[in-house]
């Protein structure tokens, strides 16, 4: 995870980046898209929000509200 910074409002998120070749090797495919399909649904206090979730041809990338502690 890296910690990444919105150019126009300053607030910081954490990126959480996971190789799709690592995740096909492992067999995770489903327990990933499982992950997003929760985090996206969940609006609690004590979770952290989804904000985004992208994609390229090797990476997908989940931006994730910063909990710092």
Same mark, same amino acid.
């Given at each position: =995870?890296?910690?990444?910074?919105?150019?126009?409002?300053?607030?910081?998120?954490? %990126?959480? &980046?996971?190789?799709? !070749? /690592?995740?096909?090797?492992?067999?995770?495919?489903?327990?990933? =898209?499982?992950?997003?399909?929760?985090?996206?649904?969940?609006?609690?206090?004590? %979770?952290? &929000?989804?904000?985004? !979730? /992208?994609?390229?041809?090797?990476?997908?990338?989940?931006?994730?509200?910063?909990?710092?502690?």
């Amino acid at each position: =995870m890296t910690l990444e910074q919105h150019r126009e409002t300053g607030k910081t998120y954490a %990126l959480k &980046q996971m190789s799709k !070749a /690592y995740i096909v090797k492992c067999k995770m495919q489903k327990s990933v =898209m499982n992950e997003k399909k929760i985090l996206a649904m969940c609006d609690h206090p004590f %979770l952290l &929000q989804l904000a985004a !979730a /992208y994609q390229d041809a090797d990476e997908l990338y989940m931006l994730l509200e910063l909990a710092l502690g």
